[in-house]
């Protein structure tokens, strides 16, 4: 069984910085990619940032700058520094895997998500 476990959200003034973890566990082959997703009330979720095995990047453009993700292979651990937090960044933020687990027949890959972690940016 794969868990992904998000921690770190928290209520934090604008311009006030705050740094997000995704824990991966279980029996796991390999991880392709983490990624971090976040969804505000009335709109769609998504994606803010993404790091593969090959330490490739990829930001969306309205944290770009202010964000930074990172990894941890050795714990399974995915960061998003988050710096200049905005009103808009407000949102629950969900962690986002790409992998695969071992099975009879090999391994099997596809996405697990974490439950979710909450950001409030406000004053």
């Known amino acids: 069984q794969v868990q992904l476990v998000e921690s770190g959200g928290d209520l934090v003034q604008p311009g006030g910085s705050l740094r997000l973890s995704c824990a991966a566990s279980?029996?796991?082959?390999?991880?392709?990619?983490m990624d971090w997703y976040r969804q505000a009330p009335g709109k769609q979720r998504e994606l803010v940032a993404g790091?593969?095995?090959?330490?490739?990047?990829k930001y969306a453009d309205s944290v770009k700058g202010r964000f930074t993700i990172s990894r941890d292979n050795a714990k399974n651990t995915v960061y998003l520094q988050m710096n200049s937090l905005k009103p808009e960044d407000t949102a629950v933020y969900y962690c986002?895997?790409?992998?695969?687990?071992?099975?009879?027949?090999?391994?099997?890959?596809?996405?697990?998500w974490g439950q979710g972690t909450q950001v409030t940016v406000s004053s």
């Open positions: 790091i593969t095995r090959g330490d490739t990047t």
């Open positions: 986002n895997a790409d992998l695969s687990v071992p099975t009879m027949r090999g391994e099997y890959r596809k996405n697990y």
């Open positions: 279980g029996s796991i082959s390999s991880i392709y990619a």
